[in-house]
C-alpha cells in the first residue's frame, strides 16, 4: 500500500513560517512530479505548487508565489513546502500528491495526480 505522509502543520502568527514534509512509504518517488495542494473550509482544493520529477522545475499558484517553495529530495525520498511570511488566508489542510509522468513537468490539477496523503493542519492567526 502505497502511503503519503505530511507533517509538519501547526498554529503560527501572520508573518511567521512553517516547513511541511511529506514522507512517502511503500514505494519510492524520486522520478515522480509531486505537488502540494490545500483545502480551506467550505471551500474547494486548490493547487499551491508543483515540482517536476527530477526537480528542475517548479510551479506556484499566484497566491503564494514569492512567499513558499517547494523542494525535493530525491536522495531521501521527501518532499519539502517552506511556507515563509504566512497570511490568516493560508489557512487550510495542506495535502502532498505525487503521480506518473515525464521528468520534467510540473501538473497544477488534481486529476492528474494519483496518490494523496491525509493531510496536515495550518492554522495561521492574524
Known amino acids: 500500500q502505497v502511503l503519503l505522509v505530511e507533517s509538519g502543520g501547526g498554529l503560527v502568527q501572520a508573518g511567521g513560517s512553517l516547513r511541511l514534509s511529506c514522507a512517502p512509504s511503500?514505494?519510492?518517488?524520486?522520478?515522480?512530479?509531486m505537488g502540494w495542494f490545500r483545502q480551506a473550509p467550505g471551500k474547494e482544493r486548490e493547487f499551491v505548487a508543483g515540482?517536476?520529477?527530477?526537480?528542475?522545475?517548479?510551479a506556484y499558484s499566484d497566491s503564494v508565489k514569492d512567499r513558499f517553495t517547494i523542494s525535493k529530495d530525491n536522495a531521501n525520498n521527501t518532499l519539502y513546502l517552506q511556507m515563509n511570511n504566512l497570511k490568516p488566508e493560508d489557512t487550510a489542510v495542506y495535502y502532498c500528491?505525487?503521480?506518473?509522468?515525464?521528468?520534467?513537468?510540473?501538473?497544477?490539477?488534481?486529476?492528474?495526480?494519483?496518490?494523496w496523503g491525509q493531510g496536515t493542519q495550518v492554522t495561521v492567526s492574524s
Open positions: 500528491a505525487a503521480g506518473a509522468g515525464p521528468l520534467f513537468s510540473v501538473y497544477r490539477s488534481m486529476k492528474d495526480y494519483s496518490y
Open positions: 511503500g514505494r519510492t518517488f524520486s522520478s515522480s512530479y
Open positions: 515540482i517536476s520529477g527530477r526537480g528542475g522545475n517548479t
